[in-house]
Structure formats: C-alpha cells, structure tokens
C-alpha cells in the first residue's frame, strides 16, 4: 500500500490542523494504521493508534485530549486533528501503515512495513 500524508503547515500556538493520509495500492480496511513524528535532532515518537474499524485509538500522553485520529476506509484515508497546538509538537508527521502488526506493537515505528513521505507540521509562539 502506498501511503500519501497532507495537511500540514504553519500554525500559531493554540492553533488547529488536521492531517490527512491517503492510501492506495491494497484493501485499505485491513491495516492498522499509526501516525508518528520526528522533530530534528531528536527520536521519531509515537503519536497515535487507529485500528481497522475505527477503533480502539491510542494516544501518546503528550498529545492525549488535544489530538484526534480518524478514518474512512470508503475513502481509504485516515485523518489525524491536532487542536490547542504548542511549539514542542513540531516536527513532521509520519502516516504508516501494517497489516499485521500485533497489539502489543503498535507504538514501535520499526514494526510497521508501510510509510508515507511525511508532512511537516511548525506551530509558532
């Protein structure tokens, strides 16, 4: 599956945005889907969790109450909403995607088999 992130862009803080991440090339409803970011200079970190249906989501505590996933699988896309912005969530933001990641995998970027170009996110102060 190939994996097309949009979305990002310059926001102040206290800002919203919502990121999109379009799939094409497999039968989108079977992967699990997560979304990272890398900030320079420092370790990609897990963002987000979304399952094959929608649900469960899991949330990295820095980011809990303020970000939002989301798909569509008729749309083949998954969004993530950033809301209440802070400066620390620059960075750039990483759609992938796995079809059979185990649970207990999901926050470990090596595990997922497909990923996105990336979109950069930059909130200023």
């Known amino acids: 599956v190939q994996l097309q992130a949009s979305g990002g862009g310059l926001v102040q803080v206290g800002g919203s945005l919502r990121l999109s991440c379009a799939a094409s090339?497999?039968?989108?409803?079977?992967?699990?889907v997560a979304w990272f970011r890398q900030a320079p200079g420092k370790e990609r970190e897990f963002v987000a969790f979304?399952?094959?249906?929608?649900?469960?989501?899991t949330y990295a505590d820095s980011v809990k109450d303020r970000f939002t996933a989301s798909r569509d699988n008729a749309k083949n896309s998954v969004y993530l909403a950033l809301n209440n912005l802070k400066t620390e969530d620059t960075a750039r933001y990483y759609c992938?995607?796995?079809?059979?990641?185990?649970?207990?995998?999901?926050?470990?970027?090596?595990?997922?088999?497909?990923w996105g170009q990336g979109t950069q996110v930059t909130v200023s102060s």
């Open positions: 992938v995607a796995d079809s059979r990641i185990i649970t207990s995998q999901k926050i470990e970027f090596r595990q997922y088999d497909y």
């Open positions: 090339g497999g039968t989108f409803r079977n992967y699990r």
């Open positions: 979304i399952d094959r249906s929608g649900t469960p989501t």
